[in-house]
């Protein structure tokens, strides 16, 4: 079973940025699909963008334009670079397959000041 240990999150201004990494602890060449999901109080966890192994990718509208996600498969990686962030972008985000199939890891915190 493949884990997941996602980082780089913290806390920035509004308008910042942050670059998320997520490191699998095996192959995710065979993963069609994989994605960050953000989740935060009181809400379920939701995808926010995924990458296809074709480099396909998809943004929920809210951050269209904002975000990029890509993955590397030599590394087991997937990144997730977030800009001009809002308040709004703030929760816990987790990577995981799309839809998921790994077990959670720990996530990272993002927290967006006004």
């Known amino acids: 079973q493949v884990q997941l240990v996602e980082s780089g999150g913290g806390l920035v201004q509004t308008g910042g940025s942050l670059g998320l990494s997520c490191a699998a602890s095996?192959?995710?060449?065979?993963?069609?699909?994989i994605g960050w999901y953000r989740q935060v109080p009181g809400k379920q966890r939701e995808l926010v963008a995924y990458?296809?192994?074709?480099?396909?990718?998809n943004y929920i509208d809210s951050v269209k334009g904002r975000f990029t996600i890509s993955r590397d498969n030599v590394k087991n990686m997937v990144y997730l670079q977030m800009d001009s962030l809002k308040p709004e972008d703030k929760g816990v985000y987790y990577c995981?397959?799309?839809?998921?199939?790994?077990?959670w890891g720990k996530g990272t915190q993002v927290t967006v000041s006004s």
């Open positions: 995981n397959a799309a839809p998921e199939k790994f077990y």
């Open positions: 990458v296809t192994k074709g480099d396909l990718v």
């Open positions: 095996g192959s995710i060449s065979s993963v069609f699909a």
